[in-house]
């Protein structure tokens, strides 16, 4: 059955770095046009947010955006990126952009500095987000490595500040801030920037098998690093840099290329923890009795039924 959602290849993920953008007006100076605006689609999760269909100067290819991560009152973070996700799922979306204005963990980094990571360290509390695939997720290569290199190359032609091509990004739940002693505790296990989104969008990227990278502007110091942050540069670069910030977006995302072989959709796997001798037999998996002899969920991913799996033969 139609759900509605047109199919649409490319995705931009809009967070607090972009929330101020005057959608309409900014598309068209930034060289982009509107094909639809305020569209709601029901999911099983509850109604996604309102999202704008676009184009690129330049790209062939339509996006998909919606604003803050899909966050609106009511409804929280892991919800709303289930909404997000199902839609990028039924309109067949391959590769994703998003955006976060972070906190700064590395002591070197400074307000208005860029940072496109390249892992993460997820300190979420959320419980597993995910569209009931059932699939191994490898996390190697997490970050798609062509759209980070476009994204590295889009702001290093127009930075804000600084822009630095690799980092750790803490994932936290937000949405307070950070405490000196959690900063302090971030710094030593090797984050270099605190936001509250890459997880679990980046869990639920794979899951759909498309690409996904974060580009993130870091808008205030960590608490007990440097000096203590200032609410009127936070102020300054929410509604100041948020068209900058989306026309190095806007570059990326001309030059994306929703066919390229980058290797991310081979890293989802069926699950092996499949439950039945014919799924086995049928698929070479392991059966759930020769695992362990009873149902469980374990790393492999969730469990799915026989049935499932058998509808799904071929995937990657
Ligand atoms: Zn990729």
Redesign the pocket.
């Known amino acids: 059955m139609s759900t509605g959602v047109p199919k649409v290849p490319l995705a931009f993920i809009g967070g607090s770095g972009t929330f101020s953008l005057d959608l309409p007006a900014a598309i068209s100076r930034l060289g982009g046009r509107i094909l639809a605006q305020d569209l709601v689609w029901p999911t099983p999760y509850g109604a996604s947010p309102p999202f704008t269909l676009f184009e690129v100067e330049g790209n062939p290819f339509p996006v998909l955006t919606c604003k803050m991560h899909g966050q609106r009152p009511g409804v929280g973070r892991a919800e709303a990126a289930r909404h997000v996700f199902w839609v990028f799922r039924e309109a067949g979306v391959r590769?994703i952009i998003s955006e976060g204005g972070v906190g700064s963990v590395n002591h070197l980094l400074e307000p208005r500095d860029i940072v496109i990571p390249t892992d993460y360290l997820d300190f979420s509390l959320r419980r597993d987000v995910d569209l009931g695939g059932g699939y191994l997720s490898i996390r190697r290569?997490a970050l798609?490595?062509?759209?980070h290199r476009l994204l590295l190359e889009a702001a290093s032609r127009r930075p804000l500040h600084r822009v630095f091509g690799r980092g750790v990004y803490v994932v936290t739940d937000g949405r307070h801030f950070e405490s000196p002693a959690e900063i302090n505790l971030f710094r030593h296990w090797g984050g270099d920037v605190v936001g509250q989104n890459l997880c679990p969008e980046v869990y639920l990227a794979r899951e759909i098998g498309a690409?996904?990278a974060m580009i993130n502007l870091v808008v205030n110091y960590g608490e007990g690093l440097v000096a203590p942050w200032s609410y009127e540069l936070l102020r300054e670069i929410f509604y100041r840099d948020a068209e900058p910030l989306a026309a190095i977006i806007f570059a990326a995302l001309r030059r994306v290329d929703p066919g390229?072989d980058?290797?991310?959709?081979s890293l989802r796997k069926p699950t092996l923890l499949v439950d039945g001798a014919a799924s086995a037999a049928g698929q070479g998996w392991v059966t759930r009795a020769a695992l362990s002899g009873r149902r469980t969920s374990g790393r492999g991913g969730s469990v799915r039924g026989p049935a499932e799996a058998r509808a799904n033969p071929s995937l990657p």
Do not use: I, N, S
């Not at 980058?262 to 959709?265: I, L, N, W, Y």
């Open positions: 590769k290569q798609c490595p062509p759209l690409c996904y390229q980058c290797g991310c959709p």
